[in-house]
């Protein structure tokens, strides 16, 4: 079992809080998209890249050879595999005596002292990149994963991603319905921009439990 960070926004962070969000999806990685092959007959992802034994998977069309990362190789997610645990990294705020988490105000605490906790940095918000392991609140648990389109998402996989047609707060603004996919499509092309969404690219459709814990916590408890 694997723990790997991964990033995300205000929006998603509070989605994960409320229990909403219970999906996420990411880019397949440049070196793992489908290719032609040197002779052009068919197309080849790089499953795994390692010097002695690396391999890829085949396939007369593009969804051919991606579906056998579904068929199996779902372990080969780049982002983890069933079992394996994400921590989130978020915007935090503060300045050298105190943090707070941006997306609900909510105190930073030291998950092992539960003492109020901070760190140095040189401007008062802090991007989720910067947040520290120890910081982190919140975990993951890898149930399922596959890869597909972007634009396969249905209405219940965009529910699931935390776009909710009834609290998607542009909606609920604007005073008019919208359904999950999309807000989803609405948020995609916010954080990602329009020509991706457009583009239709292939991604790892990752599932998860969320695990209202500090991931070093979670390790600790499943050593016991």
């Not at 989720?128 to 975990?139: D, G, V």
């Not at 389109?149 to 249905?154: G, H």
């Not at 529910?159 to 919208?178: I, K, L, N, P």
Request: aromatic fraction near 12%.
């Amino acid at each position: 079992m694997k723990a790997r960070p991964i990033l995300f926004n205000g929006d998603m962070v509070r989605a994960l809080l409320d229990g909403r969000k219970t999906q996420t999806r990411r880019l397949v990685p440049v070196w793992q998209q489908p290719g032609k092959t040197m002779d052009g007959t068919e197309y080849i992802s790089v499953a795994q890249r390692h010097p002695q034994w690396g391999f890829g998977v085949f396939g007369k069309t593009e969804a051919e050879c991606m579906q056998n990362y579904n068929d199996e190789y779902q372990s080969l997610c780049p982002f983890g595999k069933v079992g394996d645990l994400l921590w989130v990294r978020e915007t935090t705020e503060g300045d050298g005596h105190y943090s707070c988490y941006s997306a609900d105000e909510k105190t930073v605490i030291d998950p092992f002292t539960g003492s109020v906790a901070s760190w140095g940095y040189p401007r008062p918000s802090r991007p989720s990149i910067h947040m520290p392991r120890w910081a982190s609140r919140l975990t993951q648990r890898i149930t399922n994963v596959r890869v597909e389109r972007l634009q396969d998402i249905s209405e219940e996989d965009a529910r699931a991603e935390g776009c909710d047609d009834s609290t998607s707060e542009a909606a609920v603004y604007a005073g008019w319905y919208e359904k999950p996919r999309r807000a989803f499509r609405r948020l995609w092309e916010q954080i990602n921009g329009t020509e991706i969404w457009s583009a239709n690219p292939w991604v790892w459709a990752i599932e998860f439990e969320v695990i209202h814990t500090n991931i070093d916590i979670v390790l600790k408890q499943e050593a016991a």
